[in-house]
């Protein structure tokens, strides 16, 4: 009755609002759009209903059960990692600065390797529930899992700004319907998949999202090169025209020094390892193989997509360029702004039915990855804070999964009201800035816990609050923040991600912390090391960590 009910609503408030555009140019209704927006809602509740049955105890809340197979796992990784800041952000930024806009799909897949050969192995057989686990596993849990679930929160609330926009302006350019509405309502599914269904729920909205994201993605870009011939070198040059300039073929339009341009990838390969949601895929699965089943396929679908947006992008250029019924005539900008290039280039192939799929589909990707993120931040919270922290350990599961749900209604509020106040920002920027705090407090921690052994609890809270203070207070006083968001009229920091300074100094602060530590938990931390090892590489041993 209670899904009933929400769905009444939503349509309610979605056809209420379509006659009032919400952007000057804005087309009529669409209402084949809308009826595949609700048929996917309706179907991805039913979801959340299967699963809700199924999810009795903390490992099915947080892991599924262990019971996803590496193949299902690998595409939802997929369906996780093709956010709205991919298939959205990228086009847009392709759209808007062309060649350069690349340098955000290279650097996303580029991480995977990573994760592959040193992370996702070790990962499996020393977690239970999230990255928190693993770094704890021979250092004293109390400030370690402190840390961790810090450095997760921050990271899942950059990229979940990132979704929210997303969502937001997906919804304000379909229905019509006002930004700040858009977001409210996105954030109240968000709520209701994570609460009711877990990690089972989530993991099947991003399959599913996964094959019809590949799919639409895939007719678009087959479209766009049967328009221009099935020639990139025609695509290129109807781009250039299009452009009235050359500049969108050469590398500086959107990273102008070495400095940002070295940062940014930093941030985009190294924060892969380090983003909570992602790290928590692992713990899905049986064993360590599955695990590196997973990454195995998740990078096969990732790179073909990657290469989708890339097409798209440049298409959006050809096909939309000069054409007044995707422009906002009075500021003379694209309607719903850059982030929405793809979403007009699928009406300039399909029309409004064509539209209308896109259109879910890209909602379903942003409900997807939004699922998973508040899943990984109430984790964060209800496992690794107050399990044990709080609890230190004697909590009992039905308590746990109920501080989860608090803590996902918490992080659902938060969402929606930081949605609303970076509205303007790019979402890939954002998920940049995110990449940037994983890569500088979660990635170093995980990574030298699984291969240092001189790894001391000193050295992994101080080098790690150092990471995680330097990359906040940068992205703060980036342009981003403090010119766009807080209106002052230059930024502090000049360049555009903070990873290059904040990861090296979480790494040199770690290293100098850990080998000056002469104290007798120090020397015990190191001798508990080989113990470690050994589980990492075989998966047996004792459940859990050290003494501490």
């Known amino acids: 009755m ?131 686990d693993v770094a704890s596993y021979r250092l004293k849990q109390t400030p370690i899992r402190t840390l961790a679930a810090l450095g997760s929160l921050a990271t ?9 926009v997303g969502a937001g302006k997906l919804i304000q350019v379909l ?11 996105v954030g109240i599914l968000m709520i209701l998949y994570v609460t009711f269904g877990g990690m089972l729920a989530t993991t099947w909205v991003q399959i599913i999202k996964a094959i019809l994201l590949l799919s639409g993605a895939s007719f678009m870009a087959v479209m766009i090169m049967y328009k221009v011939g099935f020639s990139f070198e025609n695509l290129f040059s109807q781009a250039v025209v299009a452009k009235k300039t050359v500049a969108i073929m050469s590398p500086g339009g959107l990273v102008s020094n070495p400095i940002s341009a070295i940062s940014l990838g930093i941030a985009l390969m190294f924060g892969t390892a380090g983003l909570p949601h992602i790290l928590m895929r692992f713990f899905t699965v049986n064993d360590a193989k599955e695990a590196r089943k997973s990454v195995f396929v998740a990078t096969g679908f990732i790179g ?67 699922s998973g993120l508040t899943l990984a931040g109430a984790s964060a ?32 509020i938060i969402a929606i009201f930081l949605g609303i106040a970076f509205e303007k920002q790019n979402i890939a920027f954002m998920v940049g800035l995110a990449f940037a705090i994983a890569a500088s407090a979660n990635f170093p921690i995980l990574f030298l816990s699984m291969y240092w052994s001189k790894l001391t609890t000193r050295g992994a809270v101080w080098g790690g609050s150092i990471g995680l203070a330097t990359a906040v207070v940068l992205v703060i006083l980036s342009k981003a923040v403090w010119v766009d968001i807080l209106a002052n ?25 850990s080998i000056t530590d002469k104290s007798e938990d120090a020397k015990n931390e190191i001798a508990a090391y080989e113990h470690q090892y050994i589980r990492s590489q075989t998966g047996i041993g004792a459940e859990g960590a050290s003494s501490h």
């Open 156 to 164: 899942v609330a950059l990229y979940l700004i990132a979704q929210m």
């Open 304 to 370: 073909y997509f990657y290469i989708l947006t890339f097409i798209i992008g440049f298409g959006a250029i050809v096909l939309l360029t000069g054409d007044p019924q995707y422009f906002d005539t009075v500021k003379n900008t694209l309607i719903g702004g850059n982030n929405m290039s793809a979403i007009h280039t699928s009406h300039a192939i399909g029309g409004n039915l064509f539209l209308g799929f896109i259109s879910a589909v890209a909602f379903a990707t942003i409900l997807a990855v939004v």
């Open 489 to 513: 009229k230059t930024a502090i920091y000049a360049y555009g991600n903070p990873a290059l300074f904040s990861v090296t100094i979480a790494f040199i602060a770690i290293w100098f912390f």
């Open 175 to 185: 229905f019509g319907l006002n930004y700040e509405y858009a977001v409210v309502m």
């Open 381 to 412: 919270v209800s496992h690794d804070l107050y399990a044990n922290v709080i609890a230190r350990g004697r909590a009992d599961e039905m308590t746990e999964m109920r501080i989860s749900k608090y803590a996902t209604i918490a992080l659902g």
């Open 2 to 132: 209670k899904w009933g009910l929400l769905l009444l609503t939503l349509s309610n408030i979605l056809f209420a609002s379509g006659g009032d555009a919400g952007v000057s140019g804005q087309r009529d209704l669409n209402v084949s759009a809308i009826i595949m927006f609700l048929l996917f809602v309706l179907a991805t509740l039913g979801i959340t209903y299967w699963a809700a049955k199924r999810t009795k105890t903390a490992k099915d809340f947080y892991t599924a059960g262990g019971g996803i197979t590496g193949f299902q796992n690998g595409l939802a990784i997929a369906g996780d990692y093709m956010s709205a800041a991919s298939f959205l952000g990228i086009s847009g930024l392709v759209y808007m600065k062309g060649f350069d806009g690349l340098i955000y799909s290279i650097g996303f897949l580029v991480g995977w390797p990573i994760i592959l050969f040193l992370i996702a192995e070790q990962l499996r057989n020393l977690g239970k529930y999230t990255f928190a």
